[in-house]
């Protein structure tokens, strides 16, 4: 049986979550730049620990996080 790989970004996943909250004003600013409208639904890719996810679902409808790593989609939740 062959050993699953390790994603190095599971390991990592809840360092990017605090930087997460270190950036909250940065990231409200980007998202003041986008035609963003209530009944948006946004597809984040590559979502990591949700630092666009989390304040995007504050202004639109839904959003849809996608990552390859369990460790950041954790984090996101």
């Known amino acids: 049986m062959e050993k699953k790989k390790e994603n190095m970004w599971d390991a990592e996943?809840?360092?990017?979550?605090?930087?997460?909250?270190?950036?909250?004003?940065?990231t409200n600013k980007q998202l003041d730049a986008l035609p963003l409208e209530v009944n948006d639904i946004v597809l984040?890719?590559?979502?990591g620990p949700g630092r666009v996810a989390i304040?995007?679902?504050?202004?639109?409808?839904?959003v849809i996080c996608l990552d390859n790593?369990?460790?950041?989609?954790?984090?996101?939740?």
């Not at 984040?44 to 979502?47: F, L, Q, R, S, T």
């Not at 790593?69 to 939740?77: D, H, N, V």
């Open 69 to 77: 790593s369990e460790g950041m989609l954790s984090e996101c939740r």
């Open 44 to 47: 984040d890719c590559g979502c």
């Open 55 to 62: 304040q995007a679902a504050k202004r639109v409808k839904k």
């Open 13 to 26: 996943s809840r360092t990017y979550s605090l930087m997460t909250l270190m950036e909250i004003n940065g």
